[in-house]
């Protein structure tokens, strides 16, 4: 199941999905957020650079969510940057996208790490990517 807010986004991944004839995807056109109820169990769950865009409270609620309703939890996203470059780089990046106050309150809270910190994920597994400030976590 894949959801996104957008119904331009959700029309395509369906239009790709007729396409290429798959048949094991569904896909919602939803907004998530603190009133989010679901109760189908899933053996992964995955976000992928979502948790930066929406309120931190609505992230911690969302990742307590796929954790209640998943296994194995995986999230790609921006992590703390290592360099004032990087820094800069996110900033340059962030600054301009509509949703730049979520983005410095989500850097407050100390990036991905801090909302796993919050939920008190444990086992959590990091693997580096190609851009150095975005990572992928592996939480069981
Ligand atoms: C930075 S994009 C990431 C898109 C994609 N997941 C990826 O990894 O490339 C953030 C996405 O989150 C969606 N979004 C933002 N707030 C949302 C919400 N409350 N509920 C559902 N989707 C939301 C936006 O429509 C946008 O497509």
């Not at 199941?1 to 957008?6: F, H, L, N, V």
């Not at 990036?111 to 150095?132: A, D, F, R």
Request: aromatic share 14%; with cysteine; hydrophobic share 35%.
């Amino acid at each position: 199941m894949g959801i996104d807010k957008s119904k331009a986004l959700i029309d395509h991944a369906k239009n790709q999905k007729k396409r290429k004839n798959i048949t094991n995807i569904d896909f919602s056109c939803e907004e998530l957020g603190v009133d989010y109820k679901h109760s189908d169990t899933y053996d992964f769950s995955m976000a992928s650079l979502f948790f930066h865009v929406i309120p931190t409270s609505e992230a911690v609620y969302l990742m307590n969510k796929m954790r209640e309703i998943s296994s194995q939890m995986i999230f790609c996203g921006f992590s703390c940057p290592d360099t004032m470059q990087h820094k800069l780089v996110i900033w340059l990046d962030q600054k301009f996208s509509g949703h730049y106050r979520n983005f410095v309150a989500y850097q407050k809270f100390g990036y991905l790490e801090g909302i796993m910190e919050k939920i008190q994920c444990s086992n959590v597994k990091t693997y580096t990517t190609y851009i150095p400030f975005i990572k992928i976590y592996m939480v069981n």
